[in-house]
T-cell receptor, first 111, second 117 residues
Framework: DSGVTQTPKHLITATGQRVTLRCSPRSGDLSVYWYQQSLDQGLQFLIHYYNGEERAKGNILERFSAQQFPDLHSELNLSSLELGDSALYFC??????????FGEGSRLTVL | AQKITQTQPGMFVQEKEAVTLDCTYDTSDPSYGLFWYKQPSSGEMIFLIYQGSYDQQNATEGRYSLNFQKARKSANLVISASQLGDSAMYFCAMRGPHSSNTGKLIFGQGTTLQVKP
């Protein structure tokens, strides 16, 4: 158990819908990273938040947005979903030494 | 731009034998970190081993060792005495030098390892 909690573990929805994925980092970790793992693109960095502020963006679509709340949990919002958005979405946090701890992922299926 | 290449989509190894999973990388930065992760069929990402670009010795963690050849820009993972539980997807990843984004990794496409009994 990495200490990073992601919900839901599985989600099935239809095209055009909107979903929210939630992540709680390890206790004491201020950073949250979101990654997407799809068959087409592999594992890709999406976005990084540190103590509530966006720090870096990767290949994140405009239909996707994220935020980190004062209690440090983060949410990834995916809207106008397309079939190609079906993927495993990981959240991760880092400790002061820079080690990356991944959650178990949220598997999104868009039908 | 940084890039990670894993040229072996799939590998087989006999139980109890050693196996090497290849990883080459490309970066112009002198400071970087290299990682290997294991992803079993259940989906979670399990950290295996880390090598810093300035580390003089190859990293080892139990049955895992990293064969770091800086001049060739390769960071191969060696698993000794393979076990059935080693069957999984393995990812090589690289972190750049920017300390403010220590968790921003670039991943290779992965290698699926199957251990035969």
């Amino acid at each position: 158990d990495s200490g990073v909690t992601q919900t839901p573990k599985h989600l099935i929805t239809a095209t055009g819908q909107r979903v929210t994925l939630r992540c709680s980092p390890r206790s004491g970790d201020l950073s949250v990273y979101w990654y997407q793992q799809s068959l087409d693109q592999g594992l890709q960095f999406l976005i990084h938040y540190y103590n509530g502020e966006e720090r870096a963006k990767g290949n994140i679509l405009e239909r996707f947005s994220a935020q980190q709340f004062p209690d440090l949990h983060s949410e990834l919002n995916l809207s106008s979903l397309e079939l190609g958005d079906s993927a495993l979405y990981f959240c991760a946090s880092t400790d002061l030494g820079g080690e990356l701890f991944f959650g178990e992922g949220s598997r999104l299926t868009v039908l | 731009a940084q890039k990670i290449t894993q040229t072996q989509p799939g590998m087989f190894v006999q139980e109890k034998e050693a196996v090497t999973l290849d990883c080459t990388y490309d970066t112009s930065d002198p400071s970087y970190g290299l990682f290997w992760y294991k992803q079993p069929s259940s989906g979670e990402m399990i950290f295996l081993i880390y090598q810093g670009s300035y580390d003089q010795q190859n990293a080892t963690e139990g049955r895992y060792s990293l064969n770091f050849q800086k001049a060739r820009k390769s960071a191969n993972l060696v698993i000794s005495a393979s076990q059935l539980g080693d069957s999984a997807m393995y990812f090589c990843a690289m972190r750049g030098p920017h300390s403010s984004n220590t968790g921003k990794l670039i991943f290779g496409q992965g290698t699926t390892l199957q251990v035969k009994p």
